[in-house]
């Protein structure tokens, strides 16, 4: 007899934008998340353009909104992203969640357990990145 779903685990890594490094500021601005269990690799993403304009008024918005869309299409698996997208699951979010020096930067990640991935990267999109 079963207890209830079985959980799997599962690691996730928030994506920031950190305009000024020197500053040591971020800003949160999405969420992906891997489930090798549950053949899961999923990402939310939501820009405050506004909140960005004020912490860093040089900012250049279009560039930082194409890269983003690029971490959707590679998340996807749309192989018009380029090789990074044609990886498997696994390769894609190691390569998305490793450290960079850029103006977009992955935070560490970390784990958990879920039964339902996609429910548990919108519970984490909402607690960690929606303002």
Not at 115 to 126: Q, V, W, Y
Request: net charge negative.
């Amino acid at each position: 007899m079963s207890d209830g779903p079985r959980l799997e685990p599962f690691q996730y890594a928030m994506l920031r934008v950190v305009p000024r490094v020197e500053r040591g500021e971020a800003l949160n601005v999405g969420l992906v998340l891997f489930a090798r269990p549950l053949d899961f690799l999923g990402v939310r993403i939501e820009l405050d353009e506004e909140l960005l304009a004020r912490m860093a008024p040089s900012c250049e918005v279009e560039p930082l909104r194409r890269r983003l869309a690029g971490i959707e299409r590679i998340v996807a698996g749309d192989a018009t992203a380029g090789p990074i997208a044609r990886l498997s699951q696994s390769e894609r979010f190691h390569w998305l969640v490793a450290p960079a020096s850029t103006i977009l930067q992955p935070s560490p990640q970390h784990t958990g357990l879920t039964s339902d991935a996609e429910a548990t990267l919108d519970r984490l999109f909402e607690a960690l990145i929606r303002r």
